[in-house]
Structures are given as structure tokens and as C-alpha cells.
């Protein structure tokens, strides 16, 4: 009685020590939303690149914005009182809608107009050019764009400042309609490009949701409506997404779970108990995470709560495996030497993850590893004693009596291994379709809805190409804009032929120095451009002296040391030009942004012609190429997980044909999965490996507790209503995954579903004699 009472105290402490430990691994632990911790490390200079531009790079960090639902006039409002915010939101970097505003301009950026513009490579700053200009702005200040000019005009007659904001626009940029952008649709157009990577959902998701509250905050808003689209916006929706079906397929499988698990065992109490190991399990693998690696991926996290489904076996053997008037402590003892051998070697299995060499695979690794061994530790430790001394032993109920009978007289074809093997060859030659997938769109599809909301905003705005990037080497940042300026008309005559729409280069936003020094001594004196601009003025409305602001900033800007990329990164668009420019193995690369790509050929062939300055950057083939690389080590180590088990199994069980009966099962399962997947055309992914992975390890335990030959009838009874409540629970979580409509949670259901059936069915046909 004294035990008895002595349990409830264990229990809160077992609870109180599992809340401190979990709210202090929590604490101590950064949960990131980067897809790239869960990529190799690049092995090739474009693998880099795009580990580099897929969160970072300018075209996966842009957002692409509408409004709608109002006239133009109010449409124009809106956009500027959205610009306005997001200016001060510190989540977006740049904001971009077409407009112009004298009033922001930086008085200190502006004498450099005239080493940055154009201009003068082409006019000389004489009488007869300022006076073709100066005739302009007259007709200028008679048009609705007078109070526009107005403020420029005293220090910017030639509208130098315009023309730099017009080059700074997207390479085709849309119509402009009382200062903003417009479709041609009658929407308002804008850019957004965030701080946050644009592989990081959970950033990106943070981004959209304060540019939603920005707009609903407008207070002329009315019945307005905004759309988003762009790579940020896809990777927040496929995350909301997946986390809801998540959800509704996690709250159906766990009441079926626990349904199924009272049916078994007839008990509440044994049921709350048998889910402390399994606790216990995940606290300690968010522990072991926050000790290693200090921060870890939410898909780790996803992932390792599933691998670790594994351990409710653990307290679902005791429960099974108890005998009526038995101690719990007795019952774990006589189960723990097999018990301990599926432990660890379903840990063992899972070292593939720790060599793979990929941070996010390294961190589930360890999170599974110490889960298990922390759920069977404390499954043999600790759940024995504080679940009750009075049980329903299963021995001997009629359907489980039936059962077992019935299993005992199916036949062991021993030839029924080697004919699946041949079927199986045959439908892996036959299967349609790629044996890997290394699309990695295709692992997360975005739906076609969308995708041509985006094609259509992508080709009103002008915005970059997601999958090509023209790349320029340099030694240095002066001879990538040299190189640049070089190659920019070349471009410019693939763009009149339709091989493109528009190239995006970093000299569009910083000339050479060589460039800005010649246009620097085009530059004439204070006397002589006075001279010039009276004679330009002559029978002109302009009052004298009104251009005295020209005459000083054109006086500065010949004394001006030219701007260095570095100093740019201080100007407006410094940011832009940064992200074009990228320091890699003691040379730098310049990144130009393609946009409406038509002829990757001729591209290709323009880029090969430079005799290596230039190379055309295909994203998809580079992103395909890794994948590959990446399932590699995946391969290679689960190969070395596989011999490591053999090794651990066979010094287990001390027999070679024990062994055998335990592995060949569970190896044969794993190819069946393979084949049927393949055979239904299914191209395997990294999420197939994983959940593969899983299968096995499940597999695994209904094996070895097949062939441990049961010394009475109703031990084998025990064993197999243990086998079948865990397939029973394993087929109803993941066959409710299997039915997603999401492709990662239909390959992790499908596979483990098809997974335990097959092991199952091989664990009893090639493991158990049938005599046991």
C-alpha cells in the first residue's frame, strides 16, 4: 500500500524534473526557419552561389505588390501611404512604386549625379545642350509636371536627378500614372524587397504580415485590396499551409491513437503513464539540441517528433508484455535484453543523419538519438514504477488466441524472398519516370493559381528572373563594373532581338572609376559653364542668378573623389549594388538579373564568347545538382548505419541465422517500399529517405520480437498483441498522412505506412518458425 501511494509523488516529481529540463533546452535553443541548414555544403562555385542567392539574393528576397478595388486617383494615394510605412519598417530593405520626391533627396549624394549619369558620355555641357534643356524645362513648367520640377529646378535644369532615378527604376520598369506605377489594368504596382532570406518562411511570413497591417492601417483604404506574390510570399504560404494540415491530421491521429490504445488496454491511467518515456524523449532531444547546436530548424523539430514515434513501442511492449499478479520491474527486466537491442540499434540506424555532413539532417540526428535512448531509459527506469500493480494481462483473449493460431499455420515459403527480389528488379527497370527527385519545387508545388499571378505580376513590373543569373569575374569590385560597362551593349543587342527583356547590370547603378573621371573632366569651369549658361538663357523667363545651386554643384562635383562600391553602399541604392557584388576566393563576381528570359542559348553563347569573364547561371540546374549531391551522402551513410547494424545485431543475438532472420526482413520491407513507389511512377526524394529511414526502424522491433522464440503460448500471445497494437497506431498516424494533400506529409505517410505493413507481413514470413 505504501508503494502504491509512493507512485503519484514519482510521478509529479518525473514531471516537474521533465518541465524544468524542457523549459530550460527551450530557452537556450534558437529555432531558425532557413531551408539552408537542411542543404549540403556546396561542393562547386554554383552550388555557392545558389546556397547564397536562394535566401540572400535580391530576386528571392523581392515581393512583388498590387493594389486594387479603388479609382487611380485613390489607388496612387494608397500606394504613397504604404511606400511611407514600409519606409520605416525595419523588415524591408527597399520599396519601390515609381515615385518621385524632391524633398528626400540627400543634399550631400546629389554634385555626384554628373559621374553617374550617362549624360555627358554623349552631350557636352555647353550653350547649345543647356539651352535645348533649359527651352524643355520652360515647356516643363506649363504641364501638370510643374510641381514636380519646380523644386529641381534651380540646381537641376538638365533634370540629371530624374534621369538617375529613371536608370535606377527596373530595367522595365510599367506606365507611370500620377507618380506611381500602374498595370495596365488599372492597378497599382510596387516592389518590396526584405532583410530577411528569402528561404526563411518564418522571417518572411513576420515580413508579410506587418506590410498587411501597414495596409490595413491606410485610412483610406475602403474597399482596397492587396495582393503579394514572389518567392517570400510562396515559401509563408506553403509553411501556413503545411502547418494546418499538419495540424488536422495530428489531432485526428492522436484521438485514434488513444482510442486504439484504450481498446487495448482497458486502461486510462497505463495510457497517461506509457506517454511519460515518450516525453521524456523529446525533452531530452530538445536538450541535446540546445547543448550542441544551440538553435535548430522547425522542419528538425517536425521531423524528429515523428522519428521519435519509434519509442511509444517502448512502453507499449511493457504494457503488452505484463503478466496478471507480475511486478512491472520483473516484466521489464525479462523484456529489457531485447528491448535494449532495438534501441540501439534504431539509434545506431539513425547515425546516418550525423554523417551526412548537412547541418539540419546532423540536428535531427541528435535530437532522435538522445530522444530514443532517453524514452528507453526511462521506459526500463522509471515506468515501471509508477504503473499500477493490478493489470489486464492480454494472454488469452479469444481474438488474440485466433490470431496467433492462424499466424502459426501460414506457410513459410522459403522461395517467396527470392521471387519478390526478381519482381522487384524487373519493376525498378520498368518503373516510368526519374528514380530521383531533384526538383526541389516539386517537393513543395506552388499552386498553378498562383504561379500565374506571379508570371503576370513578374512581367508587369519587370522583376528579375528567379533562375538565371549572368554572372561577371573580376580581380576586383572596379574591374567587375569595368567588365560591365564592357559587356552592356553586347546585352542590350540580345534584348533588341528577343533572346530577353531586360538585363539588370551593377554598372547600371555605379560606373567605373575610369568612367566617372571621364565624365568628371568633361565637367568645364565655374566661368566657362556661366558663360555657356547665359547664352543658354538668352530671351528665356528664367530670372538672373536663379541657377547659381547648378553652377556650385557642377564646381563640386569636379573636385569629387570618385565613388568606390564601398562608398555607394552609403547612397540610396547602396544595397542594391551590394547585393550584386560578391567577394569569393579572391576575385569578385558580379551578379546581373535577367529578366523574361526567351533564349538561355543565346545567352549562353554571348556568356562563353568572353572568354570566361562571363557565365550564365541556370539556378535550377545548379539547385538539381545539389539535391544529387546531397541524397549521395545521404546514401553513403546509411550504408555505413546499415553495416553497423549488421555488426550490432549479430553480436546481439550471438547467431548469424538469428541475425539473418532479423535483417533480411527488414532490408526486403524497404526494397518493397521502393518498388511500389516506383512503380506507381513516384521519384523518390529526400523526405521518401527519411521516412524510409523511419519504416526500417519500426521494422526493426516487430523483427526481432518475431524471431525471440517464446518459451509458452502465452508469451507468443503477449508479443504478437504488442506487434499488432504498434502497427495498428503506426498505420493510423501515417495513413492519415499518406492521404495529404501536400507532397512532404503524403511521402512520410505514404512510405512508413506502406513500410510497416511490409515488415510486418516479412517480419513474420522469414523471422518467426512458426513454432514458437
Known amino acids: 500500500m505504501g508503494i502504491e501511494l509512493r507512485k503519484p509523488a514519482l510521478v509529479a516529481v518525473w514531471l516537474l524534473v521533465l518541465g524544468l529540463l524542457g523549459a530550460l533546452a527551450w530557452r537556450g535553443l534558437h529555432i531558425s526557419g532557413d531551408l539552408r541548414s537542411f542543404m549540403p555544403p556546396a561542393q562547386t562555385p554554383d552550388q555557392q552561389l545558389l546556397m547564397e542567392q536562394i535566401g540572400d539574393g535580391p530576386g528571392s528576397r523581392l515581393l512583388m505588390l498590387a493594389i486594387s478595388g479603388a479609382d487611380e486617383a485613390s489607388l496612387a494615394q494608397l500606394s504613397r501611404g504604404l511606400v511611407e510605412l514600409l519606409h520605416t519598417d525595419a523588415q524591408f530593405e527597399q520599396v519601390y512604386n515609381g515615385s518621385f520626391d524632391p524633398a528626400t533627396l540627400d543634399p550631400h549624394w546629389l554634385p555626384y549625379r554628373w559621374l553617374l549619369s550617362p549624360t555627358l558620355d554623349t552631350h557636352a555641357l555647353d550653350a547649345t545642350f543647356l539651352a535645348d534643356q533649359l527651352q524643355q524645362r520652360v515647356a516643363d513648367l506649363a504641364s501638370p509636371a510643374a510641381s514636380l520640377l519646380k523644386p529641381l529646378l534651380a540646381r537641376d535644369p538638365t533634370l540629371e536627378v530624374l534621369a538617375l532615378a529613371q536608370r535606377w527604376s527596373p530595367p522595365k520598369a510599367p506606365q507611370s500614372r500620377d507618380g506611381v506605377w500602374f498595370s495596365r489594368d488599372g492597378r497599382a504596382l510596387l516592389l518590396a524587397q526584405t532583410r530577411a532570406a528569402g528561404f526563411d518562411p518564418v522571417a518572411q511570413h513576420a515580413a508579410i504580415a506587418s506590410l498587411q497591417s501597414a495596409f490595413a492601417a491606410l485610412p483610406e483604404r475602403g474597399q482596397a485590396q492587396l495582393e503579394i506574390s514572389g518567392p517570400g510570399w510562396f515559401s509563408a504560404q506553403i509553411q501556413a499551409q503545411t502547418q494546418a494540415e499538419a495540424d488536422r491530421i495530428g489531432a485526428a491521429s492522436t484521438l485514434g491513437f488513444l482510442l486504439l490504445l484504450l481498446l487495448a488496454y482497458r486502461s486510462v491511467s497505463a495510457l497517461l503513464l506509457g506517454a511519460l518515456p515518450v516525453l521524456s524523449g523529446a525533452v531530452f532531444g530538445v536538450l541535446a539540441l540546445a547543448l550542441m547546436f544551440g538553435q ?84 526500463r527506469h522509471l515506468l515501471p514504477r509508477v504503473l499500477p500493480l493490478r493489470v489486464h494481462d492480454v494472454a488469452g483473449s479469444g481474438w488474440l488466441l485466433a490470431a496467433t493460431t492462424w499466424l502459426d499455420r501460414v506457410p513459410r515459403l522459403r522461395w517467396l524472398p527470392w521471387l519478390l527480389l526478381v519482381v522487384s528488379a524487373v519493376v525498378l527497370h520498368l518503373a516510368p519516370g526519374p528514380m530521383w527527385q531533384n526538383d526541389l519545387a516539386a517537393l513543395t508545388p506552388v499552386p498553378r493559381a498562383l504561379l500565374q499571378r506571379d508570371a503576370a505580376l513578374r512581367a508587369e513590373l519587370g522583376a528579375p528572373d528567379v533562375r538565371y543569373l549572368l554572372v561577371l569575374h573580376g580581380a576586383d569590385a572596379e574591374g567587375v563594373l569595368a567588365l560591365s ?232 500471445q503477449r508479443t504478437l498483441h504488442a506487434t499488432l497494437v504498434c502497427v495498428a497506431a503506426a498505420l493510423l498516424v501515417f495513413g492519415l498522412q499518406a492521404l495529404s494533400s501536400l507532397p512532404v506529409l503524403r511521402a512520410i505517410g505514404l512510405t512508413v505506412a506502406l513500410g510497416v505493413g511490409f515488415h510486418f507481413c516479412l517480419s513474420i514470413l522469414m523471422a518467426r518458425d512458426g513454432k514458437s
Open 296 to 379: 535548430a530548424h522547425g522542419i528538425t523539430l517536425a521531423f524528429g517528433f515523428t522519428l521519435l514515434g519509434v519509442a511509444q513501442e517502448y512502453p507499449l511492449r511493457v504494457l503488452s508484455h505484463r503478466r496478471a499478479g507480475e511486478d512491472a520491474l520483473t516484466s521489464v527486466r525479462l523484456l529489457w535484453p531485447l528491448l535494449a537491442t532495438a534501441i540501439v540499434s534504431a539509434a545506431i540506424a539513425y547515425l546516418a543523419f550525423l554523417a551526412s555532413g548537412v547541418p539540419g539532417l546532423q540536428q535531427l540526428g541528435v535530437f532522435t538519438i538522445a530522444g530514443l535512448l532517453a524514452a528507453g531509459l526511462s521506459t
Open 485 to 716: 560597362e564592357r559587356v552592356e551593349p553586347g546585352l542590350a543587342a540580345l534584348v533588341d532581338r528577343g533572346a530577353l527583356d531586360a538585363v539588370e547590370l551593377p554598372s547600371r547603378y555605379l560606373p567605373s572609376i575610369a568612367t566617372q573621371k571621364s565624365r568628371q573632366a568633361k565637367l568645364p569651369d565655374r566661368a566657362r559653364l556661366a558663360e555657356a549658361l547665359a547664352r543658354a538663357s538668352d530671351d528665356l523667363p528664367f530670372r538672373a542668378g536663379l541657377f547659381a545651386p547648378f553652377l556650385d554643384d557642377v564646381e563640386t562635383a569636379r573636385g569629387l573623389t570618385p565613388l568606390t562600391p564601398m562608398e555607394f553602399a552609403k547612397a540610396p541604392f547602396g544595397a542594391r549594388l551590394a547585393s550584386m557584388l560578391v567577394e569569393r576566393n579572391g576575385e569578385t563576381l558580379g551578379l546581373a538579373t535577367l529578366s523574361g528570359v526567351h533564349d538561355d542559348r543565346a545567352l549562353d553563347s554571348f556568356a562563353q564568347a568572353s572568354g570566361g569573364a562571363l557565365r550564365l547561371l541556370d539556378l535550377k540546374s545548379a539547385s538539381e545538382s545539389l539535391v544529387a549531391d546531397y541524397r549521395t551522402r545521404i546514401l553513403r551513410a546509411l550504408g555505413v548505419a546499415l553495416l553497423l547494424l549488421v555488426i550490432t545485431v549479430g553480436v546481439a543475438l550471438r547467431s548469424f541465422r538469428r541475425a539473418w532472420r532479423v535483417l533480411a526482413p527488414m532490408s526486403l520491407a524497404t526494397l518493397l517500399v521502393v518498388v511500389v513507389e516506383r512503380g506507381c511512377g513516384i521519384s523518390l526524394s529526400l523526405f521518401h529517405l527519411v521516412a524510409v529511414t523511419l519504416a526500417a526502424g519500426l521494422g526493426l522491433h516487430y523483427a526481432l520480437f518475431f524471431e525471440h522464440r517464446c518459451h509458452d503460448a502465452a508469451a507468443a
